[in-house]
């Protein structure tokens, strides 16, 4: 009888003890996906507040076109939307930053919106070296300028032009089908224009670190596939510090000194910014043509982020445009984002 009852004891200890296992299992379950539904809730709230934010750009865009306006019909300030503000004050703020979004030279700005907020830039693909039309000499001599030794410049170089010609013929330090079908991963040279800008991490010699860039800016806020101006003169009142470093051949310190001169200069001063002998072929005072818009959404007081990238070209009519490319994860090595929260 008593050992019967022992039986019955330890059945009971073991019964217990696979509830308790179970009930703990069940739990830490429970915690997962209430982590997962909070999660993908706030990653659909940010996505929203991301694509606002990219509508809220493009609008504005799109709002100067209907208007008739200039990129420099007001100087670029630095406004942004202040709290206590009054009204009138609030519709100063909202044009001095819907001129920064028209200018389209990539400088961010912040609104906040629901539980959290956007950062928005504009980007003109005007003023980017097209990588499809710019010519040996100035493609080479841009890499020297960004302080390329001789030799990765002449690899680099070379490389590229292979890729995008139309024949299979090696240049002195280019690569074509034969490099790339020797390769773990193979294939052949394209052998024809560059169709969007990643395919240039195709290209040997241009690794992922040096297309997003490694802590900065990298080769493509450099190049573009998409401007509609030559190949040889981007628009130097868009161009960011690096595509005046390049063409220009100045070092760092005095490209990002005239970016911020420019940013704050009036239509008439704005040419004389350049050194005497720059191209002035591609100056102009009108909206950007083709711009890429980058949307980051953020909820305040967690960090959490997500951001979308379009590429949309003006077209006739009061709010013609089309969407050239549509990115839903926009991210990258190296790639610099303004802080959350703003």
Known sequence: MKHERGIVLIMVVWALTVLMVLALELARTMRIEGLTALTYHEETETY??????????????????????SMLDQPGNHGGLQRGLSSDNQKTVAQEK????????????????????????VVDEGGKINLNRVD?????????????DVKPSEQLTDAILDWRDADNLVRLHGAESDDYLARNVSYPAKD????????????RGVTPALFYGSGGAGLRDLFTVYS??????????TASPLVIRAILGLDQSLAEDLVRQRAD?????????????SNRGGLNLTVPTVVTIDSVGYLNGNGFTRRLAAVVQRQG????????????????IGDAKPAAGG
């Not at 991301?50 to 509508?55: E, R, T, V």
């Not at 009519?317 to 990258?332: H, I, K």
């Open 48 to 69: 929203y507040l991301a694509l606002a934010g990219l509508h809220r750009a493009l609008y504005a865009v799109l709002r100067a076109q209907q208007q008739g306006r």
């Open 98 to 121: 819907q001129d920064i979004w028209v200018r389209g030279d990539g400088r961010w700005q912040n609104e906040e919106f629901g539980a959290g907020g956007y950062w928005v830039r």
């Open 136 to 148: 040996e000499i100035v493609l080479r001599q841009a890499f020297v300028n960004l302080g390329f």
């Open 192 to 203: 024809g224009p560059f169709d969007t800008l990643d395919e240039l991490m195709l290209v």
């Open 228 to 237: 509609a101006g030559g190949g040889n003169t981007p628009n130097l009142l």
């Open 265 to 277: 200069a009036s239509a008439a001063d704005m040419a004389n910014l350049f050194p005497s002998g």
């Open 317 to 332: 009519g009061v709010y013609g445009f089309r969407f050239l490319r549509w990115q839903d994860r926009y991210e990258g």
